[in-house]
């Protein structure tokens, strides 16, 4: 049987694949079909086919899930933002265990129990940072995400998965850029948004004169914008944000809080997208870490201190690590002024660091790792081994990686506990919390142990 591009089958969906594309199989070829929920019988087209498996879209629906809903946003199917809109929220959060528990069987070889996914309590309007391209066509500036893989800009009117204000502000912002009646300039706006900051934060091609740039700087002054910076980033990367910033009015940092503590955000600084989810992801993290006031803990790709800090007082001492200058200084600053004497914070390459304290034979009862998405680096998994610490927490946003790191860890560290965060509601990103304890077998015994 030939299958070629512009075919028509009727299909039904037996699995996901990631991204939560519905999984199919015509004549025991594979193809991913976005927007298609497990069970549902479908025609669908073939839009390409590859070696090993091809994708295709929905022609119609023969027999839809009852888990099926009607997407509450216009672009949905349009815009690559979200991705499971079209399910109900508790099938949302089937998909995301069953997709952790396919990590670790199929990526680590670990049959470990995966708790339900922590809910979240407000799965519309809940990102206090919204990040977006502009482009100036039809002699007017506009803003959208981009069409999966594509870049066509979809625009939008209202996103239902960023913060309110965001939905308000944007269009304003628009014509303020009209207003300065540059036509080439502007690469990305992003807007941090917290209960009493928020930062606005304009990409440029180069500096732009206060002069030239004073609609939009009167736009922030009457719309309760705290800080105002353009961010110069003249090279053409994926890469939205260059490190040279110039604050344009307001404050240098603004701040956000947690768990009672509270946190300076600069430009370049990483924080949590859903604040009150974070706050049940660092809880449990917490409660996985069982330290004492005699424990010493590394944070490794700490930011500006938001995991280590909000644990610090129930321990000895706190070592926080990430390669972002900015963030570091946050990260002291943060310490500073929320009364913490016991953190101490350094720059460095995560690896890097590991790899020092192990020179320098300074080891660590708890340690918690949480790096970006594409996981930890050999040098940091082995540099985690050779520091031997007691407990691994393990926080990650891609269970693919970290799945594989703790396939890379299960010679010596048992793999307890798994808990699945619903932080991203409305997209097939989902945040895991893992605690690691270390076998009996591989304790090295130091002074600070005897």
């Known amino acids: 049987m030939t299958i070629k591009k512009n075919d028509v089958y009727t299909v039904t969906c037996i699995d996901y694949n990631e991204m939560g594309y519905g999984l199919t199989k015509v004549d025991g070829f594979v193809f991913f079909i976005p927007g298609l929920i497990k069970d549902e019988v479908a025609k669908i087209k073939v839009l390409k086919v590859l070696k090993h498996y091809?994708?295709?879209?929905?022609?119609?629906?023969?027999?839809?899930?009852?888990?099926?809903?009607?997407?509450?946003?216009?672009?949905?199917?349009?815009?690559?933002g979200c991705q499971l809109m079209h399910m109900d929220y508790p099938h949302q959060l089937a998909f995301k265990k069953h997709h952790v528990h396919q990590c670790f069987q199929n990526i680590?070889?670990?049959?470990?129990?995966?708790?339900?996914?922590?809910?979240?309590?407000?799965?519309?309007?809940?990102?206090?940072?919204?990040?977006?391209?502009?482009?100036?066509?039809?002699d007017h500036w506009t803003y959208g995400f981009?069409?999966?893989?594509?870049?066509?800009?979809?625009?939008?009117?209202?996103?239902?998965?960023?913060?309110?204000?965001?939905?308000a502000f944007l269009p304003k912002l628009m014509t303020a850029l009209d207003q300065t009646q540059i036509k080439d300039g502007f690469k990305h706006v992003v807007l941090?948004?917290?209960?009493?900051?928020?930062?606005?934060?304009?990409?440029?091609?180069?500096?732009?004169?206060?002069?030239?740039?004073?609609?939009?700087?009167?736009?922030?002054?009457?719309?309760?914008?705290?800080?105002?910076?353009?961010?110069?980033?003249?090279?053409?990367s994926n890469v939205v944000l260059?490190?040279?910033?110039?604050?344009?009015?307001?404050?240098?940092?603004?701040?956000?809080?947690?768990?009672?503590?509270?946190?300076?955000?600069?430009?370049?600084?990483?924080?949590?997208?859903?604040?009150?989810?974070?706050?049940?992801?660092?809880?449990?993290?917490?409660?996985?870490?069982?330290?004492?006031r005699d424990e010493t803990i590394l944070d490794l790709y700490c930011g500006t201190g938001t995991i280590g800090l909000g644990i610090a007082e129930k321990v000895k001492s706190l070592i926080g690590v990430d390669v972002v200058a900015s963030s570091i200084d946050n990260a002291k600053s943060n310490a500073l002024h929320n009364g913490i004497t016991n953190a101490f914070f350094y720059c460095m390459d995560a690896g890097e660091a590991a790899t020092y304290f192990v020179k320098q034979g300074?080891?660590?009862?708890?340690?918690?790792?949480?790096?970006?998405?594409?996981?930890?680096?050999?040098?940091?998994?082995?540099?985690?081994?050779?520091?031997n610490p007691k407990r691994i927490v393990y926080i990650s946003c891609?269970?693919?990686?970290?799945?594989?790191?703790?396939?890379?860890?299960?010679?010596?560290?048992?793999?307890?506990?798994?808990?699945?965060?619903?932080?991203?509601?409305?997209?097939?990103?989902?945040?895991?919390?893992?605690?690691?304890?270390?076998?009996?077998?591989?304790?090295?015994?130091?002074?600070?142990?005897?």
């Open 54 to 80: 091809g994708f295709g879209k929905i022609e119609s629906l023969v027999q839809p899930s009852p888990y099926r809903v009607d997407p509450p946003c216009g672009v949905y199917h349009k815009c690559g």
């Open 108 to 138: 680590a070889h670990l049959d470990v129990p995966i708790n339900d996914v922590v809910e979240n309590p407000s799965p519309f309007h809940y990102r206090n940072k919204v990040q977006l391209p502009l482009l100036y066509q039809n």
């Open 146 to 167: 981009y069409r999966p893989h594509s870049h066509d800009l979809i625009n939008f009117d209202s996103c239902m998965i960023q913060h309110g204000f965001a939905n």
């Open 192 to 236: 941090k948004m917290f209960e009493q900051d928020i930062m606005l934060v304009l990409v440029v091609k180069k500096d732009l004169d206060d002069g030239l740039i004073q609609p939009i700087t009167d736009l922030v002054k009457t719309n309760g914008i705290t800080s105002f910076y353009l961010n110069i980033h003249p090279d053409e």
């Open 242 to 292: 260059s490190l040279d910033n110039r604050l344009v009015y307001g404050k240098t940092s603004i701040q956000a809080s947690c768990l009672g503590l509270s946190y300076d955000i600069s430009v370049n600084s990483f924080y949590q997208v859903n604040t009150k989810q974070m706050e049940r992801l660092y809880s449990i993290a917490y409660g996985y870490a069982s330290v004492n």
């Open 362 to 387: 300074i080891y660590f009862d708890c340690i918690f790792v949480d790096p970006p998405r594409k996981g930890c680096d050999g040098t940091t998994i082995d540099a985690l081994v050779k520091l």
């Open 398 to 450: 891609n269970p693919s990686t970290l799945a594989r790191d703790c396939a890379l860890l299960k010679e010596y560290y048992t793999v307890e506990m798994v808990q699945p965060v619903d932080m991203f509601s409305q997209t097939y990103h989902c945040e895991c919390v893992v605690k690691l304890k270390r076998k009996e077998k591989w304790i090295i015994e130091s002074e600070w142990e005897k």
